[in-house]
């Protein structure tokens, strides 16, 4: 990793087009629905049943932080690990790393479908 490359662990608030993958192998992530909330982001709050329990009330997931899951590496663990990306050896398998996603040029001529193999051009 070069001294001006910035690793970003967390995604912006302000609608730029982003992306992720591993910080540490570069893999591609994929949502992982949080198993404690079944990805509503929210529980149901039991804390005040003893009062007849005729109102339900919600509260914030603790597992998922109210997100209603996270993304993931999608290679193993034993693959990540193996594999680092240069100079990110000491970045933890499966952190996330998010990225700006450039923008489309939409005055841009699509690519040029590749000839056949042996095709004269």
């Not at 912006?12 to 079944?38: I, M």
Request: negative net charge; proline residues 8%; aromatic residues 8%.
């Amino acid at each position: 990793m070069s001294a001006h490359e910035e690793i970003r662990f967390a995604p912006r608030d302000d609608g730029t087009e982003e992306e992720c993958q591993c910080a540490r192998c570069g893999s591609s992530c994929g949502w992982l629905e949080c198993p404690g909330c079944d990805g509503d982001g929210q529980v149901q709050d039991f804390r005040d049943w003893s009062l007849g329990g005729l109102i339900e009330m919600y509260m914030r997931c603790s597992q998922c932080r109210g997100k209603g899951g996270w993304h993931s590496c999608l290679s193993s663990d034993e693959w990540c690990e193996a594999h680092p990306l240069p100079g990110r050896e000491s970045i933890r398998c499966g952190e996330i790393e998010w990225f700006d996603v450039p923008p489309r040029n939409a005055s841009a001529s699509p690519p040029l479908a590749s000839s056949p193999r042996g095709a004269l051009p």
